[in-house]
């Protein structure tokens, strides 16, 4: 073989060895363009499934204060706020109360207790699956409000729903503005709580106290509850009060609860 036809030969060869090295380019490339794509789909489909999921939710618990509340708008009695419990309870059973922040409200829901603090984790007040759950009641509570603590969980959603606004009283200035919260029961009974502390707690801490042995139990419980607090809000219960404890989970830890704790003041028919 001649000189030129092996300068020929090993040309080809390296035509050959650039074409597969371009073959192989372009399947590396289209196999990261897939997978790309198909990160960017599952991506947009989580996305939506929370979003509808949030939405539902809001679009339930809306519903719910249509159905079963009464802001009044009259005079004398006919101006309170009012809970139809028996439409709630065609809905769900589970329904021991109504809980109610001060206007402007963000917090206003039913509150059920389930046969375990398990239940409504993930379950809406009508039953369906949803991450926005129901605020519930601890299950080992009495569901008439009257324990010495009396502890309510509910979720911290993103889209500013449930429990997510407890977050907001680590600023004084909001427990200024609004330093009270509302319990409406089956007996037609309204509880008004005062807030006399906020601030984040373990999950296994003293705050979660329901039963105490004697007086002396419930004041170290109120000074833990009064130690524990973003500020001093000049209010110590006395020890026939009874305590009120929301709970919700906090996004720096997955050990540490938010809590607002408030005193009743005040129940009216």
Same mark, same amino acid.
């Given at each position: ?63 719910? #204060? ?28 589970? #329904? ?40 519930? #009641? ?11 603590? &009396? ?13 997510? &606004? ?78 009120? &404890? ?24």
């Amino acid at each position: 073989m001649g000189r030129r036809e092996e300068e020929t030969h090993r040309s080809m060869r390296r035509r050959r060895r650039r074409r597969k090295k371009s073959t192989a380019g372009r399947v590396i490339s289209a196999v990261i363009m897939l997978i790309a794509l198909g990160v960017f789909v599952f991506s947009a489909f989580r996305l939506y499934d929370i979003y509808t999921g949030y939405k539902d939710g809001e679009d339930e618990y809306e519903d719910l #204060v249509e159905i079963a509340v009464s802001e009044g708008g009259g005079e004398g009695e006919d101006n309170r706020f009012r809970v139809d419990f028996d439409a709630l309870r065609e809905i769900n059973p589970d #329904v021991v109360a109504w809980l109610r922040f001060e206007e402007p409200s963000v917090i206003n829901y039913p509150v059920v207790q389930g046969e375990d603090n398990d239940k409504y984790l993930e379950v809406t007040f009508k039953g369906y699956e949803n991450t926005v759950g129901t605020l519930f #009641v601890n299950v080992d509570n009495h569901p008439d409000f009257n324990d010495r603590n &009396t502890i309510i969980y509910g979720h911290h959603m993103n889209n500013g729903t449930m429990f997510n &606004t407890l977050e907001d009283y680590q600023e004084k200035a909001l427990w200024e503005e609004r330093p009270y919260f509302y319990v409406y029961t089956p007996d037609g009974m309204e509880h008004k709580y005062h807030i006399f502390a906020a601030g984040v707690v373990g999950d296994t801490s003293e705050a979660y106290t329901y039963q105490f042995a004697d007086d002396e139990s419930f004041q170290s419980f109120l000074n833990f509850s009064k130690s524990s607090s973003y500020y001093d809000t000049g209010i110590m219960p006395a020890m026939t009060d009874k305590i009120v &404890t929301l709970s919700t989970c906090t996004k720096a830890s997955n050990s540490d609860r938010m809590i607002v704790q408030g005193v009743e003041i005040e129940v009216n028919p």
